[in-house]
């Protein structure tokens, strides 16, 4: 198939798994709330951020490694799934033995068995996934993450309506559901043809840990870049206001969304791509064009709706978050960006800059979150996030044209962010009413123009395949 075809195929099909079993789960709120008082939420919540902390730890980020191996054309994929599973079953043995720590902590008292049980549940179903996800398996990647969802989903009935259990019966669950997707891949895979034993090689495992040990660190640095902001104006300011601007953030997870979803199905284009480097930089150049077309419509027409969208969804109480949205949005779109030339070092299993830059991203959040909250409240935090993001996207773009030299983009990237920059600062100068809203619709539709070509050279390999046109990206030279 067109690789290009191929790319937007899987980017359907994984759209469509990601955004019902995002359904799926948003409609659980009200169960939750329903059953578990704000007490016994918020330590339900706090046992599974714990577990997902460990979860990267417990399995070593094998996982990353699985997929990066498996996907790489003229590998023994056998090889890999088998070695990456006896790491894990080493690394399972390592967690049991210091799991009793978790005991010290007041907190875990009568819970850190269900902490455990998580961690290792959890490990197996992703490392089963990201298999199938690297065998181009992308529909059975996606069934299985409704799959899962549909079984939380049961669980939590059956466990929180029925049986009463409380904090036990929320995080069993997710607990159960992995379990039972854990065994649901292995047989709809037929995974036990490609597992082994015998073929494992402990050379080939020391390079699975070297590309993979490096990701623990990197995921925690980004989580501390993606949360910091809001301990920092909780802390600082108040939990009304952190409650304004945690609601705030819920927005631009669309943007994230559709950025997650795109690079699933892209880190395996561009892997099986790799192997021809004037195709791949061909590739790399057409869909970063695109890629970064779709981020600023999005972003543009997000900041055009942000006070319709906080009416139609939030309380009264909330209508002010519309503020930090439109900073926020855009710092979503250079993490976007900064996302899609991270994929180059996937490619060229360079995960070791992935961690430096990680951790230089988290440390500039921190630090210019304490010295711009303390100068401008919450919106200091919201242009934190986005100068941190902002200065990662600009490390980058050097170091990824030293590893695969393609068009990084950055005269598009700047032209459409002085329209974006235009759309934020228009928004507060403006007062609210008929010229605020003619000034934004402006602006964006400024975007939309100037990005019309390349979003639809994104789409274009659906529009041939539907109308029976033979063109493709492929065709065009130069990308525009």
Request: charged letters at 10%; hydrophobic letters at 55%.
């Amino acid at each position: 198939m067109n690789p290009y075809k191929k790319l937007f195929s899987n980017t359907a099909i994984l759209g469509i798994g990601t955004l019902v079993s995002k359904l799926m789960v948003f409609f659980l709120m009200p169960l939750y709330t329903a059953v578990l008082s704000k007490s016994q939420y918020s330590l339900a919540d706090i046992l599974v951020q714990t577990s997902n902390f460990l979860i990267p730890f417990a399995c070593v980020g094998i996982t990353n490694g699985i997929f990066r191996f498996a996907a790489e054309k003229g590998e023994d994929k056998s090889k890999v799934l088998s070695t990456g599973l006896l790491i894990q079953f080493a690394m399972t043995g390592l967690f049991l033995i210091v799991s009793p720590l978790l005991g010290l902590a007041q907190l875990f008292q009568g819970y850190s068995w269900l902490i455990i049980i998580y961690v290792i549940a959890a490990n197996y179903q992703a490392l089963f996934a990201q298999y199938i996800r690297a065998k181009d398996k992308t529909a059975l990647f996606a069934v299985q993450g409704i799959f899962n969802t549909v079984l939380t989903i049961g669980c939590n009935i059956v466990l929180l309506l029925t049986l009463d259990l409380g904090i036990k019966g929320y995080v069993l669950s997710t607990i159960i559901a992995n379990l039972v997707t854990t065994v649901f891949i292995f047989v709809a895979g037929r995974l036990w043809k490609d597992i082994h034993l015998n073929v494992f090689s402990l050379s080939f495992a020391k390079t699975m840990l070297k590309y993979s040990a490096p990701l623990i660190p990197a995921t925690v640095c980004w989580l501390v870049t993606d949360l910091s902001d809001r301990f920092f104006v909780a802390e600082m300011i108040g939990a009304d206001v952190n409650g304004l601007y945690a609601a705030a953030t819920k927005i631009p997870t669309i943007l994230v969304l559709v950025s997650t979803v795109f690079n699933e199905a892209w880190q395996l284009s561009a892997i099986m791509e790799s192997d021809d480097e004037e195709a791949s930089k061909k590739m790399f150049s057409n869909i970063h064009r695109a890629y970064i077309a779709v981020c600023f419509i999005g972003c543009s027409v997000l900041i055009l709706c942000c006070r319709w969208i906080t009416m139609l969804l939030y309380n009264e109480s909330y209508y002010l978050s519309w503020e930090f949205m439109p900073v926020l949005m855009l710092a979503t779109v250079y993490a976007n960006l900064s996302t899609f030339l991270g994929s180059v070092y996937t490619v060229k299993k360079k995960s070791f800059w992935t961690m430096w830059i990680a951790i230089i991203a988290a440390g500039i959040n921190v630090v210019m979150n304490y010295f711009m909250i303390r100068a401008w409240g919450a919106m200091g935090a919201a242009i934190s996030t986005l100068l941190s993001y902002f200065v990662v996207w600009i490390i980058r773009l050097p170091l990824i044209r030293k590893m695969l030299d393609f068009d990084l983009g950055i005269v598009p990237v700047a032209i459409n962010s002085v329209f974006v920059i235009a759309q934020v600062v228009l928004i507060f100068l403006i007062p609210e009413g008929i010229w605020n809203w003619m000034a934004q619709l402006g602006l964006t539709l400024a975007v939309i123009a100037i990005n019309a070509a390349s979003a639809y050279r994104f789409f274009r390999p659906f529009i041939a395949s539907k109308f029976g046109k033979s063109s493709s990206i492929e065709q065009d030279e130069h990308p525009e």
